[in-house]
């Protein structure tokens, strides 16, 4: 379910009728649009909003506003907000963001923003953007992207803020930049003339100049002292004497003031006044359910007239607000006059804001009356709709904010607890959730659909933590449960489960059992459909997608990602935009990973811009990792070695950011990595590091046992390719036979294809042509009916050289398009019996040092560490870690210290 927009957020205070005109203020501002940011930061009731919206009204530029308030204090809150104010410009800037902001967690916010700011940077003249009373905001993060946009604007965008207190940015810098235009309070006071024109111009008080510079000097120019002291003194026939008597510092005053201000309205207003002063912003219906008394729909229009603060929203005057001081004091009054009573008032506002449908309102008004069996029903009352259209974040915060001592009363929201967890990757709450999901089945109607759920989440625990045995057991266990559900009759919970358990059993089939996989992907994604949810439609079809491949599939594996993108973009678009698009990136990675195989170079450079594009917007680890993967991979293919290194580089830096408590995500990630490491290899043998990394990973990693033996995750494929590109074919050769046979076995087409290339390359290195043959015709005959093309082209020269034997003995058309698509000089996969190594640009006592050895020297004796040297370098950790390793053999040092010190003796340095 879509967050609802406050549309009166959006648009600055509509002018009242006793607006005094101050032109020389609003110079200043004219004088200032140039500065990078205008801050007006004064204390409450000096007038900042209604400056800063009279200056708006003269202006010719567009600007966009963008009132906050403490439910603001969340950065995916604030960027959603920030994004639509700017939207009004433009309704193209940050396309497909509110979306993705109301669905996801943001985890870095430097990607929006650079696509927001790319964005203004197209428009044509300067623009204004206001977040007024960002005094608000407290939370550090939203103050970080703050600073970020100030840094990145265009320079034909102006950021104004208002607030009551300095906000916590480098004020300072642009200050010394001559980028800062600052107002503050000082500037703000009414002078004497402003002050007698407010009073006697537009009060009409006929007050003596002695009474007015009185009152000026008590009030010392505050606006809202003034504007109070002339309600209080429009009907005194003693006016002068009561400006007299007028004494006490400005908090004191402002009580007095409105104390007098409110003792003159009728007992009905004051009531009034007081119970709707709860409300953040209000109308008449809203008041009306709030008070609960008939409210004429004429009287906040009244009440406006009257000068009784209320700030208007729109400009058909529905919406209201009081002006913040006035708020602050008429709770502070109902708190005195009828505490048992606020309650009840935000527990009439929640029901009220739940029946608009605007839920967040409806759960912050239930908190606010302690009430949290009311936010618990409210949030039940919705969790399946944001199910359903995943509003995954939305949730988890609703239900983090209730006791956890009344959350198993709430079946409902246990069932759903548990399954935004694994949709989400929150491996590390689910032992926790387990719990609330057995102490709730006592009250819940279906407590077998409880046990379902609780067998669910635990072999999704199991599975991640690469126990797949167990994970199995448990999910069959969940299915069982589900068996004599009828379909016709089973409730969206019931069907929730059932899905989720077909998806988790179609993962943990797809790494030994690719035909179950994909029949249960197909009745997940069947069932997916049916309700329309997002992510489960999302799971089971990139689930189908990796079955159909692993089967040697190819063309049915593209169809079903093609025809699930087309179905999640339709879904979002009849939906208005407001279903997830981040992880749709994936899918087209996937699908760019098939065209790559097939050849199809730029199909595939083609999906790779626009998993790009998505993931700029929200790239998950794995759609990003995925993305990096395939533009190694086309990188190599146009040869393009170092862009290459750089992809590889990245995927390492994504790898190494996840945690290692997903020990099964950790896993997929460095097989990634480390058949980029032997990618790249093979094309650039003189990276000899790549292969001791690789080496260096198995090593760490290999398996106690051979369960899942040749299993994409098990690493004994990379084992066998590092023993080929090593020149030990005798070694690989026993590894290959397994391998082929485990793929046999489990009808793993794809990987049988690979393994079965491979063995053909050991066979022919060891002389036995005659197998080798073999070998390669029996892939050449599962390879064929789907156009495998990179599996041969990547293993270079040498299978070249073999595909040519093979065509003169009989050749195909197959086998014709394969080698007209070897480039012409192909590169061996194997390493050269004496490896390049990088080219040497100074030799010093016998020792030769290379460009990059050099670089990682230099870096080193200005203190940068390890991880710095990376990134400056462009180079993965592990890299980095090799030429370190270098360096310490050639200068015979076994520390930093002693390699620097040698390095200078050697005059290196």
Known sequence: ???????????????????????????????????????????????????????????????????????????????????????????????????????????????????????????????????????????????????????????????????????????????????????????????????????????????????????????????????????????????????????????????????????????????????????????????????????????????????????????????????????????????????????????????????????????????????????????????????????????????????????????????????????????????????????????????????????????????HQLDFAAAARLCQQQLSLLEHEQPGRSTPEALMVRIAGTNLMGSICFYTAPQRAAALYQVALNLAQQIGSFISIFTATTGLAQANQQLGQLREAARVLEQGIRHLENTRSQRGGSTRTGNVAELHARLGQLHYERNQLAEAGAALRQARKLNELYGSPLALALELSLSLRLCLAAGEVEAAHTALHRLDEVSASVHGSDPLLKQTFEVLAMHGRLALSAQAPQLTHLLDEVKDWLESCWPSNDEHFGSPLSGHDILARLRLARNEPTQALPLLERLIEAAQDQERENDLIRFLLLQALALQQLNREGEAMQALIRALKLAEPEGYYRSFIDLGSQMQALLKQRARSRNTPYLAALLAAFPESSSPLTAPEKPQTEVIIQRVQGEAFNARELAVLRLLEVGNTHKQIARELQLSPNTVRWYMKNIYIKLRANNRTGALNRAREMGLL
């Open 1 to 463: 379910m879509a967050l609802t927009l406050l549309s009166t957020k959006l648009h600055p205070p509509l002018p009242t009728a006793h607006v005094i005109a101050r032109p020389h203020l609003v110079a200043r501002l004219e004088r200032g649009i140039g500065a990078k940011l205008m801050l007006i930061s004064s204390p409450a009731g000096t007038g900042k909003s209604t400056l800063l919206a009279a200056w708006l009204r003269q202006q010719s530029r567009p600007a966009a506003w963008l009132s906050l308030d403490n439910s603001d204090n969340d950065l995916s809150q604030f960027l959603l907000y920030l994004v639509s104010a700017l939207q009004q410009l433009d309704p193209n800037l940050g396309v497909g963001l509110p979306e993705l902001l109301q669905q996801q967690n943001v985890v870095s916010f430097e990607p929006l923003l650079i696509q927001l700011t790319n964005n203004l940077a197209q428009l044509g003249g300067r623009v204004i953007l206001v977040l007024d009373d960002y005094h608000f905001l407290s939370n550090s993060r939203i103050h970080d992207a703050t600073e970020f946009l100030l840094d990145h604007l265009p320079s034909q965008v102006c950021l104004v803020i208002v607030t009551r207190t300095d906000p916590p940015l480098a004020l300072s810098r642009l200050r010394v930049r001559s980028q800062l235009l600052e107002v503050r309070g000082a500037d703000l006071r009414f002078d004497l003339e402003e002050a007698a024109h407010f009073l006697n111009g537009s009060q009409g008080l006929g007050l003596s100049p002695a009474a007015i510079a009185s009152l000026e000097a008590q009030t010392e120019g505050w606006i809202a002292a003034l504007q109070l002291a002339a309600l209080s003194l429009a009907e005194r026939p003693d006016k002068e004497a009561f400006v007299e008597a007028f004494v006490g510092s400005h908090r004191f005053l402002v009580d007095y003031l409105v104390d007098e201000v409110l003792s003159r309205q009728p007992a009905s207003i004051k009531t009034f006044l007081q119970r709707t002063a709860i409300l953040e912003r209000f109308n008449t219906s809203l008041c009306e359910a709030v008070t609960g008394q008939p409210t004429d729909a004429d009287l906040l229009r009244q009440l406006e007239a009257a000068n009784l603060f209320l700030v208007p929203l729109d400009d058909e005057r529905r919406w209201y607000r009081f002006h913040h001081l006035f708020a602050e004091f008429l709770r502070h009054r109902l708190k005195a006059d009828e505490p048992a009573l606020i309650p009840e008032l935000h527990r009439r506002a929640s029901a009220w804001f739940a029946a608009q449908g605007l839920t967040d309102e409806a759960i912050r008004h239930a908190f606010l009356a302690d009430d949290n069996e009311l936010a618990a029903q409210v949030a039940a009352a919705v969790v399946a709709k944001l199910a359903v259209q995943w509003s995954n974040e939305q949730f988890i915060q609703y239900f983090q904010r209730l006791p956890t001592a009344l959350i198993p009363a709430h079946p409902q929201l246990c069932l759903y607890y548990g399954w935004f967890l694994t949709t989400t990757g929150r491996l590390g709450t689910i032992k926790a959730a387990l719990p609330l999901l057995e102490q709730s089945k006592v009250y819940s109607p279906e407590p077998q659909m409880l046990d379902a759920a609780i067998f669910g989440l635990r072999a999704y625990d199991h599975l």
